[in-house]
């Protein structure tokens, strides 16, 4: 097995809306805003190579929005998925499975992109298959009025129209085995109902594609809530509890919209777990 960071890019969102109840003059330390109140994110995916396998985790926002659309997030720097492919020797064409934490639009919209004439959409991953979950899955095909404008339908339902959609089994337990993927996954649904966070043994290390249960290292303190959270209060006990283990079992935590912090790990202090080191991908494993 190999593993390989994947930038689909980078842009912008407002630093309130990422911290909730906290103050801005104690986010704004660790994550600094600009004359916008605008924090940098990023897009980080991971690219799993096992055998004949090629599964990306999460794509990104995709690139078959709007001006306008695009507009709201600032969009900065010049990754994308497919440089960042082609960086390591690889197409879109090559990947074999796309896994999605969730079904909001920054984690899963470079999983569609337009047809030829822009007539239609059609699967960016042609010859890959598609996971979600089923209860997640009719969870963002039936939004709720908070989460309308996160799922939209021409990220998700063409998915299921190209005939390449999958489902998770799960066995009603929060963190449980998968061996068809090959990682273990924990469910939780403090962020949105049955989010995905892939555990992966590599190179005697557990690595978490951490998604939006820590959105970045800013957000470790308890309290530290997205205001994009639909249960918070559910937030942070599941938070609570991985961050325990994560210390104890000495997790590296692989963060996807943290756009200066690539790994961390965390440890625990006198006002409870806290950051412990940060890493480049390339310092831990190459």
């Not at 992966?200 to 309290?223: E, S």
């Not at 997790?251 to 965390?266: C, G, K, Q, R, S």
Request: aromatic share 12%; with cysteine.
């Amino acid at each position: 097995m190999k593993l390989y960071p994947i930038n689909a890019g980078n842009f912008k969102l407002d630093g309130g809306a990422m911290f909730g109840v906290v103050p801005k003059v104690i986010w704004n330390k660790t994550n600094p805003a600009d004359e916008k109140n605008l924090i940098d994110i990023a897009a980080r995916c991971l690219l799993i190579e096992d055998g004949d396998r090629l599964l990306l985790i999460d794509t990104g926002m995709g690139n078959k929005q709007s001006d306008k659309f695009f507009s709201y997030y600032s969009l900065w720097g010049d990754d994308s998925i497919d440089r960042s492919l082609q960086k390591y020797g690889f197409h879109r064409d090559d990947i074999t499975d796309v896994f999605m934490t969730h079904l909001h639009f920054d984690h899963c919209g470079g999983t569609v992109q337009w047809n030829t004439d822009r007539t239609g959409y059609e699967l960016a991953f042609k010859n890959a298959r598609v996971w979600s979950n089923e209860e997640h899955w009719q969870w963002a095909t039936k939004p709720n009025p908070r989460e309308k404008a996160s799922f939209l339908k021409e990220n998700i339902l063409p998915i299921q129209e190209s005939g390449h959609l999958n489902f998770v089994k799960r066995s009603g337990e929060a963190f449980q085995t998968n061996s068809e993927l090959g990682f273990d996954i924990l469910f939780a649904d403090g962020h949105t109902d049955k989010q995905m966070i892939p555990h992966i043994q590599y190179q005697d290390k557990t690595i978490v594609f951490m998604a939006d249960l820590l959105p970045t290292a800013g957000h470790i303190p308890l309290p530290y809530v997205m205001g994009y959270d639909t249960r918070p209060l559910l937030t942070m006990p599941e938070k609570a509890l991985f961050l325990e283990n994560a210390a104890k079992n000495n997790w590296y935590l692989f963060l996807e919209h943290d756009a200066h912090n690539e790994i961390i790990t965390v440890q625990q202090t006198e006002k409870g777990v806290r950051l412990k080191d940060v890493y480049t991908f390339n310092e831990l494993f190459n």
